[in-house]
């Protein structure tokens, strides 16, 4: 045993675990378990490995992986030596992970055989590229060594941690730019994990998570040490396009508990004719990460009615949870993203940083111990969030006279048209229950007269059926004002999105309104 277990960050909770029920499974991935002294020992000789290699206290280990264990022993082997994780998102092109390796300063790239040629790509051109180490599978040599090297290194003890050291560097979406590496503490990460238990009621010896999201995303790592800190057993889907078939089935023979998916994944499941039936093990789900509609809400609560419906919002930078709205008010404020979670403090505010009142509009601002430290060797950007000693979010909400508050864009995202504010999520809001269409984005395109025009951006529902844009002003007659009705529709097979399922309106906006200019 490694003493001490006195710390409250991640080496620990495992440790602890490792100590008190070590035949117990703390991780299923595949057919394949991870008891929790299987996971301890492999987190200290993966540490041990990587220490061996020259990374010290507050150097970078990048993580390009799919899903799987030895993604998170590697974050959480760099942490155990000091060291900093830096998960990579596997769908960028070779350009864009060496921006973020060469910005980030990666000392060590640990990947996949899969994606062991995307790695490759990305650090030709490098002029220092990092150390690769490639899981089981891959091809050691050219500057590759095995995983397996890390873990034939003799376990090593755990660093001095301080619960204030940056975990991870978890680089943003980059939805309208160069990603920003938000630096997130050991403790971010533990009050993230106070939250969760929380809010989506974690409790009892049964407790098991599923992981169905990309572990490089912050409701993927992020979401770990949730189950690390009460002894939850974790299940690791492996990366793949959603299937709703292969969750249900996992669900099913695990007895999963708690279960998070984006809006766009609910969708394809709840559409699936025995998703109730076979979800019966499920006690509470969860949604975040992008806006769902009230029409897809409802379609959760008639599918899933056994269980706890709890909305999550928030953002990278908070690690990520601010709001959460939990089942027994679902239906009564039914499209919030609920209140303000106990651990922050948050203000809706104008441009001036004033105060608005409820029923206004105005951007959400921060401050809290989940707050982020800070963006990685970004100065600027970190300054111009923090402006006024509030972090700005950059999201637009309004709050009810109970609290209760409802997102209705994004700053950069609102529409002026005619000098009147119109916010995209509204529209889509009224939009999304047409019963033509499945998926609905707004975008602003120029108009000679107004400034800006909406422009719908629509997946129908079935091809084969015909809408047309008197079709959606007709229906939304009595539900929107005429300046926020659409005055273009255009018609696409697929939404763009990045791998956190969020719409990259950037470039509907590149593609759709570039030179466009809309006639009265």
């Known amino acids: 045993m490694r003493l001490p277990l006195d710390g409250a960050h991640w080496v620990d909770h495992i440790g602890r675990h490792a100590f008190a029920r070590p035949d117990e499974v703390a991780i299923r991935f595949n057919a394949d378990s991870l008891t929790w002294s299987q996971l301890d020992d492999r987190i200290h000789r993966v540490a041990a490995g990587l220490a061996a ?18 993604f998170v022993e590697t974050a959480i082997a760099a942490t155990a030596i000091g060291a900093i994780g830096v998960p990579l998102n596997f769908r960028l092109a070779p350009e864009e992970v060496a921006y973020v390796l060469g910005h980030s300063g990666s000392k060590v790239l640990v990947t996949d055989p899969l994606l062991q040629p995307l790695a490759a790509a990305a650090i030709s051109s490098l002029d220092e590229a990092p150390l690769i180490v490639v899981t089981e599978g891959g091809q050691p040599g050219d500057g590759a060594i095995g995983y397996d090297e890390l873990l034939a290194a003799e376990p090593c ?33 533990l009050m993230q994990a106070i939250t969760a238990i929380r809010t989506s009621r974690i409790q009892g010896d049964d407790v098991v998570s599923l992981c169905n999201v990309p572990l490089f995303h912050i409701a993927g790592i992020g979401g770990m040490p949730v189950s690390l800190m009460v002894g939850a057993r974790t299940v690791i889907m492996p990366t793949g396009l959603f299937d709703a078939e292969s969750t249900l089935s996992i669900v099913e023979s695990e007895k999963v508990t708690s279960l998070f998916l984006v809006p766009a994944q609910w969708q394809v499941l709840c559409a699936h004719p025995e998703a109730s039936r076979r979800c019966a093990s499920l006690r509470t789900i969860a949604w975040g990460a992008a806006p769902a509609s009230v029409k897809l809400l409802e379609e959760m609560a008639r599918v899933f009615p056994h269980t706890e419906i709890v909305s999550v919002f928030g953002q990278t930078e908070m ?14 404020k039914i499209g919030s993203v609920g209140k303000v979670i106990p651990t922050i403090v948050a203000r809706v505010v104008d441009d001036e940083m004033n105060d608005v009142k409820p029923g206004e509009v105005g951007e959400i601002v921060y401050r809290g111990p989940t707050l982020m430290a800070g963006y990685w060797n970004d100065p600027e950007a ?3 969030a923090y402006a006024g000693g509030w972090f700005h979010s950059g999201d637009l909400v309004r709050a009810d006279e109970e609290g ?10 609102m529409i002026i048209s005619g000098g009147e504010n119109i916010y995209c999520a509204e529209v889509e809001n009224v939009l999304a229950s047409h019963p033509a269409v499945a998926e609905v984005a707004v975008i602003g ?16 529902a079935d091809p084969a059926v015909t809408l047309t844009l008197d079709d959606l002003a007709e229906f939304s007659r009595d539900r929107l004002a005429s300046y926020k009705k659409p005055t273009v529709l255009i018609v696409v097979a697929e939404l763009p999105r990045n791998a956190s399922g969020k719409v990259l309106k950037h470039e509907l906006r590149a593609q759709y309104a570039k030179g466009a200019l809309i006639p009265r």
Not at 404 to 413: S, T
């Open 53 to 70: 290699r020259g990374v010290t206290k507050g150097d970078r280990v990048a993580i390009l992986m799919t899903n799987r264990p030895e």
């Open 157 to 189: 003890p755990t660093a001095v941690i301080d619960e204030r050291d940056v975990a991870l560097i978890m680089y943003t979406s980059g939805t309208t730019g160069r990603p920003k590496g938000a630096m997130l503490t050991h403790l971010n990460l």
């Open 319 to 332: 690690s990520p949870v601010t709001t959460s709205l939990p089942g027994a008010d679902a239906v009564r």
């Open 382 to 384: 970190t300054a111009e």
């Open 404 to 413: 209760f508050l409802y997102v209705v864009d994004r700053k950069k995202d």
């Open 445 to 460: 395109v120029p108009h000679d007269k107004w400034g800006e025009t909406p422009a719908a951006v629509v997946v129908l």
